[in-house]
């Protein structure tokens, strides 16, 4: 039988460490980007035209990404044999932003940690539940750029779009490997039983479908977002290469070495979209309109998230802060 492994202890500079990393890179990032431009330029970009289209927008993204969420989990968590109902899912979620802002790992163990105790089944099974609606996102991501490389403006995409229908291939073929109906043997087999890939390996294909289509409009919806920050500033983007931009943002935004990609989504944001030119004044568009959009959208979806993590979960701020040490420790 299975059971939990008791946690390694992480020594107390480590621990720091993982906390504070995210606010150094973040601010040494904004701080070499601010003395690139001038910052009463880039804030007079930001004007009511920009509030009137980005704050309904977040508004509105704010609910309904929490609303998949939660739909989502509902829907795994079945098929770790435990049962939850959404509102109760999306105020676990909602509690988890308050720590994924700062770092997406901590985020994802502090609410596989509230899943367990609100299932009361073990935390590989949930952590396992955790990681199948991340690798979905990451499939539907890889998809959306072999989608986006097809529509992609002057550039030649067979070579690029080779390259990631081989990673959805990979992803897809460790699928197949976890489900397969028959023992594989030697350490394929074990790497198969552990209690982490057990979501996967049970989920039935029909609910596969249906988190496949769940995260489809998660993943959408943030683009959605990103567009609308470009939009709100009069950028146009060829729509192939504002997904595959999105995608690459997505991406190096997630990684835990920012708070919320906050300087590494900023520097991947100008490099991706830099290129572009303004139709109506036929050169490229003005970094600091672009960097206004960026961080615009950035810190929308930190106070987004922030403010959905205080309304929606406030009676599970102190649970998430003790599973949060329980992460760390």
Not at 85 to 113: E, H, M, P, Q
Not at 133 to 161: H, K, R
């Amino acid at each position: 039988m299975e059971s939990d492994t008791e946690p390694r202890t992480v020594s107390p500079v480590r621990r720091w460490v993982r906390w504070i990393l995210p606010f150094v890179v973040s601010i040494a990032l904004l701080s070499w980007l601010f003395a690139r431009f001038d910052f009463s330029a880039v804030l007079s970009k930001i004007d009511l035209r920009v509030a009137s289209i980005m704050l309904p927008t977040l508004f509105a993204y704010g609910a309904f990404s929490l609303w998949i969420e939660a739909q989502s989990m509902v829907r795994v968590m079945a098929s770790s044999g435990a049962s939850i109902d959404a509102w109760t899912c999306a105020r676990i979620k909602a509690a988890s932003y308050l720590f994924a802002i700062v770092n997406y790992a901590i985020g994802a163990g502090v609410l596989a940690i509230l899943l367990k105790r609100r299932t009361k089944i073990r935390l590989a099974d949930t952590a396992g539940a955790v990681a199948v609606i991340s690798v979905l996102d990451l499939v539907i991501l890889l998809f959306l750029t072999a989608v986006g490389l097809v529509l992609v403006t002057g550039q030649e995409p067979a070579l690029q779009m080779g390259i990631v229908l081989g990673g959805v291939g990979l992803v897809a073929g460790g699928f197949a490997v976890l489900r397969a109906p028959i023992a594989l043997g030697g350490p394929i087999e074990k790497i198969r039983n552990f209690a982490l890939f057990r979501a996967i390996r049970t989920t039935p294909i029909p609910t596969l479908v249906e988190l496949l289509g769940l995260r489809f409009l998660f993943v959408g919806g943030f683009m959605g977002v990103a567009a609308a920050a470009l939009v709100a500033f009069h950028v146009s983007i060829p729509v192939g290469d504002m997904i595959v931009g999105f995608t690459a943002v997505a991406l190096v935004a997630a990684l835990p070495v920012a708070v919320s990609g906050l300087g590494t989504g900023q520097e991947t944001w100008l490099a991706v979209f830099g290129r572009y030119i303004n139709p109506e004044t036929g050169v490229s568009y003005d970094p600091a309109t672009l960097l206004a959009s960026s961080l615009v959208l950035s810190f929308g979806m930190i106070f987004m998230r922030a403010g959905v993590g205080i309304t929606f979960a406030r009676e599970l701020t102190g649970e998430a802060m003790k599973a949060a040490r329980e992460v760390d420790s």
